[in-house]
Structure formats: C-alpha cells, structure tokens
C-alpha cells in the first residue's frame, strides 16, 4: 500500500525557518518524480515544489523562489522540504503528493494527509 | 492568480449533469501539456479524478470523464450525488513558467 507521511509543521514566528519531510512507502520511490503542494482555504490548492527521480529537475512557484527548497533522499525513501524566511501568506496545510511519471509532469496519484504550518507572531 | 481559470462555482440537482471548464493558454493546455482533474473534500487530501485529459484511475466511477481542446479542458460530471459535492481543480504544466499549476478551483453545490 502506497503511504505518504508528512511532519516537520507547526507554528513559527516570520522570518524563521522549518524543514518539512515526507516519509515514502510501499512503492520504488526513486521511480517516481515527487511534489508538494499546499492549502489555505482561501486560496485553495497551490502547486509549490516538484523534484525528478533524481534530483536533476526541480522548478518552484514564483511565490516560494528564492525561500524553499526541495530535495529526496531516495536511499531513505524521503522528501524535503526547507523553507525559509517564513511570512504569514506561507501559513497552509503541506501535502506531499506522488508524481505518476519519474521526470514529470505528470499528475499526482498519491497523496500523504498534509502537515500544518502556521507562520505568526 | 494561476495561470488556469475556473468558475468559481457550479451547481444542480442530483441526477443532473455538470461540467467544469479549466481555460488556459498557449503555454499550458494550448501547448499540449495533459491536464488533471482532481476532487478535494473537506478534511481529505485531493484525489485524483482524471488524468492524461481523458483517463480515469481505478475506482473513479464513469460518471466522472475529462475532456480537451484547444486551450481548454472540461470534466463533465452525470448523475449527480450528494457525496459529489466537493471542490474541483485542474491541473498541467506551464512551459513559460516551468510550473505545475492548479487552476483557480470550482466548487460543485448539489442542490
């Protein structure tokens, strides 16, 4: 059964940093291009991340560049996601999701629960 | 604002049928790039409906199907339940960008 389990979220001050993983299961993740996407009930879902199998494509939302980053760690079936210099428009549920494709993009088949970061003061 | 545009709701009754229309351009849909359809309902992660413009996963019923031409995409939902109200966003790539968006949503009312 394919699982993806999401932590690292929480409540943060702007400016700070948190460091969100996913943790993979029951499938080749290498195999697989992997992306994360957020919530806000206002905005809806909003694409923010996607990476290939192995690490040679990776592209981000203009409203993240420059702040996060995307990595995996495929020895440890493991996604990443470091995001800096916080700010209250940032403040989402962070779903981990499975590309379909190794390179994408492709669409997203599997998806963990999500993970909360709350950025306020 | 993404770059695919959604009404932002729709409604019928149950037993009817719906469709929810995903506009984009000659950078995303318009350059041949597959567009996705995905249900997202309260307090669950998104499911995939369609994928690759027209193909359905395993258990999504045929009263799901996906459509594409031209700079848009459609996904046309029949016999309408209760359990379908939800809200539905399509997604493809952008090559101007080098993005996977999600277009603006909709959200199905069942009357």
């Known amino acids: 059964e394919v699982q993806l389990v999401e932590s690292g979220g929480g409540l943060v001050e702007p400016g700070r940093s948190l460091r969100l993983s996913c943790a993979a299961s029951?499938?080749?993740?290498?195999?697989?291009?992997m992306h994360w996407v957020r919530h806000t009930p206002g905005k809806g879902l909003e694409w923010v991340s996607g990476?290939?199998?192995?690490?040679?494509?990776?592209d981000y939302a203009d409203s993240v560049k420059g702040r996060f980053t995307i990595s995996r760690d495929n020895a440890k079936n493991s996604l990443f996601l470091q995001m800096n210099n916080l700010t209250p428009e940032d403040t989402a549920l962070y779903y981990c999701?499975?590309?379909?494709?190794?390179?994408?993009?492709?669409?997203?088949?599997?998806w963990g629960q999500g993970t909360l970061v709350t950025v306020s003061s | 604002q993404s770059v695919l545009t959604q009404p932002p709701s729709v409604s019928a009754a149950p037993g009817q049928r719906v469709t929810i229309t995903c506009t984009g351009s000659?950078?995303?849909?318009?350059?041949?790039?597959?567009v996705h359809w995905y249900q997202h309902l309260p307090g669950a992660a998104p499911k995939l409906l369609i994928f690759?413009?027209?193909k359905r996963p395993s258990g999504v019923p045929d009263r799901f199907s996906g459509s594409k031409s031209g700079t848009s995409a459609s996904l046309a939902i029949t016999g309408l339940l209760a359990e379908d109200e939800a809200d539905y966003y399509c997604?493809?790539?952008?090559?101007?960008?080098?993005?996977?968006?999600f277009g603006t949503g909709t959200k199905l009312i069942v009357l």
């Open positions: 999701a499975r590309d379909k494709a190794a390179a994408g993009p492709g669409s997203l088949d599997y």
């Open positions: 029951g499938f080749r993740f290498d195999a697989h291009a």
């Open positions: 990476i290939t199998w192995n690490s040679g494509d990776i």
């Open positions: 000659s950078s995303n849909i318009g350059a041949g790039y597959d």
């Open positions: 690759d413009n027209t």
């Open positions: 997604q493809s790539y952008d090559n101007a960008l080098s993005v996977s968006p």
